[in-house]
């Protein structure tokens, strides 16, 4: 059973930028599309980013390109999200998710069938 966790949230300014994790415990994460989703309270949840298990391709939501990067590093079995401009609407719980094939779809959706496994989630909350 793949195991997910995400640490690296906190609160952070306006402007300020942090950097997600998501640790894959026990196997490698080559096989598996990996995608970020976040959920603000009374919101549904939302994709990020998504990036392809060999890294070479990835998506992002409209909202955070030129704001947002993912990469990752499948020698650690880990995936980064670096988030840079803050702003208080980017407050919401940041989930990661691999799906059980390579390739990331056209959309970044929650309800994608191929995402078997999903994090606990890191909390990351954008205020002055």
């Known amino acids: 059973q793949l195991q997910l966790v995400e640490s690296g949230g906190g609160l952070v300014q306006p402007g300020g930028s942090l950097r997600l994790s998501c640790a894959a415990s026990?196997?490698?994460?080559?096989?598996?599309?990996i995608s970020w989703f976040r959920q603000a309270p009374g919101k549904e949840r939302e994709g990020v980013s998504c990036i392809s298990g060999s890294g070479d391709s990835t998506n992002y939501a409209d909202y955070v390109k030129g704001l947002f990067t993912i990469s990752r590093d499948n020698a650690k079995s880990t995936v980064y999200l670096k988030m840079n401009s803050l702003k208080p609407e980017d407050t919401a719980v940041y989930y990661c998710?691999?799906?059980?094939?390579?390739?990331?779809?056209?959309?970044?959706?929650?309800?994608?069938?191929?995402?078997?496994?999903w994090g606990q989630g890191t909390q990351v909350t954008v205020s002055s």
């Open positions: 026990r196997f490698a994460l080559n096989f598996y599309a």
């Open positions: 998710a691999a799906a059980t094939r390579a390739s990331c779809g056209s959309t970044i959706r929650s309800n994608d069938p191929a995402l078997n496994y």
